[in-house]
């Protein structure tokens, strides 16, 4: 069964300084992953997906993952904060066994310190 | 710019009272997925359809809730009778649906509930 796991539930940066965002994964097959972004009072914005093409991603805003099979890991980095970065997050494994259901990490709130 | 698109954006209604939904997937895309956010809870699955059947309801409890799809472009949840514990943001996301790959979820603004 797929599984994931955000290591941190907030995370407080400085505006410009690098964002780092952890997810790691548990999968039986090959996943698929996704980062989602959701501001307040707002729906969840896919910032970039995984799927077994290139190991790093980028995504939009500036934010880039990379999908690292040996760590089992999917971390959302960023290399400079802006205040507007400050929402939730959330990492994504979708369920490969058939029904391709998404399985939703906790959930990572990031602030941006002025 | 396609995007999802629910109505009502904000409902507040009084325990008992029914409530409905509505939500307008994306031209073309064939799955339609309902999602609860609760501050407790988190991100839970209601309802899942691929081309407006029902794939898995599992997540919802049946003796008050649910969901439809009357035409491609129209999806409706439903509680009757709602009660406060029901209080929620209520997403609908929609996928196109490709067989054999992980679907990309695109997600609408949702419908904040609140039941008195």
């Known amino acids: 069964a797929q599984s994931v796991t955000q290591l941190d539930s907030h995370v407080s940066v400085s505006e410009g300084t690098p964002v780092l965002l952890r997810c790691n994964y548990s999968?039986?097959?090959?996943?698929?992953l996704f980062w989602y972004v959701q501001h307040p009072n707002k729906g969840l914005q896919l910032l970039l997906k995984?799927?077994?093409?290139?190991?790093l991603v980028k995504g939009i805003n500036g934010f880039e993952a990379e999908f690292k099979k040996s760590e089992t890991s999917f971390h959302l980095t960023k290399p400079s904060a802006h205040m507007s970065d400050a929402a939730e997050y959330f990492c994504v494994v979708s369920d490969l066994s058939g029904t391709y259901k998404y399985i939703f990490g906790t959930g990572t709130r990031l602030k941006v310190l002025a | 710019d396609a995007r999802v698109t629910q109505t009502p954006r904000d409902k507040v209604t009084e325990m008992g009272q029914e409530v409905t939904m509505r939500c307008q997937p994306i031209l073309g895309h064939n799955t339609v997925f309902w999602y609860r956010q609760t501050m407790m809870q988190g991100l839970e699955l209601l309802a899942y359809?691929?081309?407006?059947?029902?794939?898995?309801d599992s997540g919802m409890p049946k003796d008050r809730f649910s969901a439809e799809m009357p035409d491609a472009t129209l999806a409706t949840l439903k509680i009757q009778p709602s009660e406060p514990r029901d209080s929620a943001v209520y997403f609908c996301?929609?996928?196109?649906?490709?067989?054999?790959?992980?679907?990309?979820?695109?997600f609408g603004p949702g419908t904040r509930l609140t039941v008195l």
């Open positions: 996301a929609s996928g196109v649906g490709l067989a054999g790959v992980a679907d990309t979820q695109y």
């Open positions: 995984y799927t077994s093409a290139a190991t």
């Open positions: 999968s039986s097959y090959s996943p698929s």
């Open positions: 359809f691929r081309n407006r059947a029902p794939l898995d």
